[in-house]
């Protein structure tokens, strides 16, 4: 078990997954900062591309995403969507080669198997595409049969699964009903389309969930074959998310019973032969995510830990972020609005942060200490910060040496925590980040 120091976790921290964080973007960086990177890039980039609708709104879910139940509001969306990609690929005229394409949510089914297509062929036509992997995450509630086949033709061989938690009382209580014959479909469907990277998404921290029945669904998920698996603790933040006061946050588990679950699940997949990678995602040994972790090849992005080395990540689609070495942009939020500025051929870039040398610098150390467990933070920085550090140091959580400091094993639910001291931005606020486990 890990040690357990509640004042150590008392603190709110972002996850990490850029730098600086979105709580910093404004609206001083926008569309020509896109527009101007775009124009500048070169080498190898990845796509990523947002839906932001689902067939059932989860109470949980802290994602961009509203409900599709007005066709014509989602057949603009896809419009707008495709105008997006017609508009931006061109800007890239050639200079880029697309190694990944992800698409995410909400929920990518929640369009119609052929809308995916229409998009798939829009993106071949507009971007310089070097066989690219694609990957997708889907809802099992709404993955019909005819997804198969289109998943297959495409190519896609990475998927996600929103599986949160196997029980049905738990189902209930967060507002996602979904049988455990429905995702065993899904999972078979998916293997037989040719998906051969399956993660599911599992929850901790739920109301009256104990261990044993996180152990269950872990079990479960085993069982099927799960290639990766990302274990998350639920953040409860309804003053943000309103839809989040449906879940009775009086039967939640305290932070003790959060932590021993999180560190009983980082033992039990450990002992089932996965690898972690990170302090929450879990990988099967022959998994790339498993193996650029083995390797020291982590990195960090709005999609969480990943394989993927490419220094640009570009993101279509409302609320989706585009990440350059020198800059950080995002997308219009608000899907009417972002339908409105394509329909004038704008980008739509409106929010977002430069990135100086020095917000490199501690970037990178705070990328190396939550995907490596170490980072060198040099004299200056390790003078500056040592007393914040002492707490971890004296504790035995961490270690700092020649300007190298290293997180100790059972010092892992604290990275966050300790990446954080690096973080000159940071608003101690528990309406802006969640618990660090």
Known sequence: MWPYHPDLLAR???????????????????????????????????????????EQICWY??????????????????????R???????????????KRIAFGGGSPNAITPTDFVRLVDAITVHFSLDNPVWSIELDPRTLTQDWGAVLGAVGVTRASLGVQTFEPMLQEA????????????????????????????????LPNQDWDMVKSSLERTIQLGADRIALFGYAHVPHMLPRQRRIDGSVLPGQDERFAMAAQGYGFLYGAGYVPVGFDHFARPGDAL??????????RNFQGFT???????????????S?????????????GRYRMLLSQDRLTGVVGVMRDDEDRKRGKIIEGLLCRGYAQIGGEIAGQLREGLMPFIERGLATLEGGRLTIAQGGLPYARTIAALFDPYRQDSARRFSSAV
């Open 323 to 335: 990440c350059f070495p020198d800059r950080i942009v995002q997308n219009e939020k608000n899907a």
């Open 84 to 98: 997006e990609i017609a508009i931006v690929g061109p800007r890239l005229d050639g200079r880029i080669k697309v």
């Open 307 to 321: 394989e993927d080395p490419a220094p640009v990540l570009i993101g279509l689609g409302a609320s989706a972020i």
């Open 174 to 205: 967060i507002g996602r009903v979904q049988p455990s014959e429905m995702i065993e479909r899904a999972t078979t469907m998916l293997r037989k389309a040719g998906v051969t990277s399956l993660n599911f998404d599992l929850m901790y921290g």
């Open 12 to 54: 709110p921290v972002p996850r990490y997954t850029s730098y600086p964080t979105a709580a910093e973007f404004s609206a001083e960086v926008g569309s020509d900062a896109l527009d101007e990177a775009l124009r500048q890039t070169v080498g190898e980039v990845s796509l990523y591309i947002h839906i932001p609708f689902c």
């Open 290 to 299: 498993a193996q650029a972790a083995i390797a020291g090849r982590l990195h």
């Open 61 to 82: 879910c802290g994602c961009n995403t509203a409900a599709n139940n007005k066709r014509q509001r989602l057949a603009s969306y896809l419009d707008a969507l495709t």
